[in-house]
């Protein structure tokens, strides 16, 4: 790599040097050298993934109050707590890339910034909660493994922890369906109404298609993305329809079908209409979302004045 006469490298030789380290598979750090659309592409994809989690809390957190029995509301209290530490585990990976916390709050509440769109839809009941945490938590679970590969350290190593606790919350949802599943009819018609409510927002959670989608060539080609939006989704179409299928359960896909010469189930049309509505902003709840985080947000302003008031006298030199 030839360095320049006041030895300084040039940003081609930099880049090549970036890329032959993505390509050897080594994690870039905080402190490396990085493209700044590298370190841009990171900062949008991990303070979304840190929104979409705070968001995510609001649809199971309306039915805490509402469980049907202290253990179940036990279960759902501990999976709600957690999605608010992944958030903050989040919000500091992207504050390793120079990102305030501030800036990514500020770019949610005015709605810069996106979330995962899945979370705009209401939970009409507690099966609800239930297929959240299989689908809903399962597909994060498939997106976030994933991403425990990404090239950048910190999203990597966080993603560890995250998937960690995601099992729980997948196998609690999932030990659920399969008891309403197995109760009766009425408990297994809810709970086929709740998946024919949740799988469309669930499959959208992986995003546009890969033909269709802006960012995943440059995160794939940078180890972001080890596996594109429609190499995930179609593996989790392929995990849930035999499950749901083995329980007697349905998906909402006329069109859906068994390809018997690759061995695979194939989705039908997914509604891109729907997806951009929603994700722009004109989903069936995403004002309510949205207040509910300004809400959060302004009440909590009293702590963080607090805070910085007590830092501010404790940085004050004591008088001799
Ligand atoms: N909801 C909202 N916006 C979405 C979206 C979705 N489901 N899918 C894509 N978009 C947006 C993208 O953010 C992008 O907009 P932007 O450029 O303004 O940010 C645009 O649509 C084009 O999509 P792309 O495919 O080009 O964007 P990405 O390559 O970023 O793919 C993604 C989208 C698959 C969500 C990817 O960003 C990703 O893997 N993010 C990290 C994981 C994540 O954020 N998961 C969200 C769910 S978290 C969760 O489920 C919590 C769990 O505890 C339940």
């Known amino acids: 790599m030839t360095q320049q006469a006041n030895g300084q490298y040039s940003d081609e030789a930099r880049m090549a040097k970036f890329e032959a380290r993505i390509e050897r598979g080594e994690k870039i750090e ?9 370190r841009q592409q990171l900062i949008r994809m991990i303070s979304q993934h840190a929104h ?59 709605g810069r910034a996106k979330y995962a769109s899945v979370f705009n839809y209401p939970t009409l009941n507690w099966t609800d909660v239930a297929v959240i945490g299989w689908l809903v938590d399962g597909a994060a679970i498939m997106n976030q493994t994933m991403l425990a590969r990404c090239s950048y350290g910190p999203y990597s190593r966080a993603m560890v922890r995250i998937c960690a606790e ?25 709970v086929q ?17 890969d033909s269709e989608s802006k960012n995943t060539p440059q995160l794939v080609r940078w180890g972001i993305k080890t596996k594109t939006n429609d190499e995930l989704r179609h593996e989790f179409v392929n995990e849930l329809v035999p499950a749901l299928h083995a329980l007697g359960l349905s998906v909402p896909d006329p069109e859906l079908c068994y390809d018997e010469a690759n061995e695979c189930w194939v989705s039908g049309p997914i509604d891109w209409d729907e997806f951009w509505r929603v994700v722009k902003g004109d989903g069936p709840l995403n004002k309510e979302r949205l207040t509910a985080r300004r809400d ?16 501010e006298r404790e940085a004050q030199p004591v008088a001799a």
Do not use: C
């Open 193 to 209: 109404d709740a998946i024919n409510r949740w799988w469309w927002p669930t499959l959208m959670m992986f995003g546009p298609h």
């Open 52 to 110: 979409s989690e705070l968001v995510g809390m609001l649809p199971e957190g309306a039915w805490i109050t509402r469980a049907p029995n202290l253990r179940r509301k036990q279960v759902l209290l501990a999976k709600v707590q957690d999605e608010a530490g992944h958030g903050q585990y989040l919000y500091h990976a992207a504050e390793t890339l120079g990102a305030s916390r501030e800036e990514m709050t500020m770019a949610l509440l005015d």
């Open 296 to 311: 959060a947000h302004e009440n909590g302003r009293w702590v963080r004045e607090a805070l910085v008031a007590y830092a």
């Open 166 to 190: 995601e099992g729980f919350h997948k196998k609690q949802g999932q030990e659920m369906v399969i008891q309403y599943a197995q109760g009766t009819p009425a408990q297994k018609q809810m």
């Open 30 to 38: 905080p402190g490396d050298w990085m493209p700044e659309a590298y």
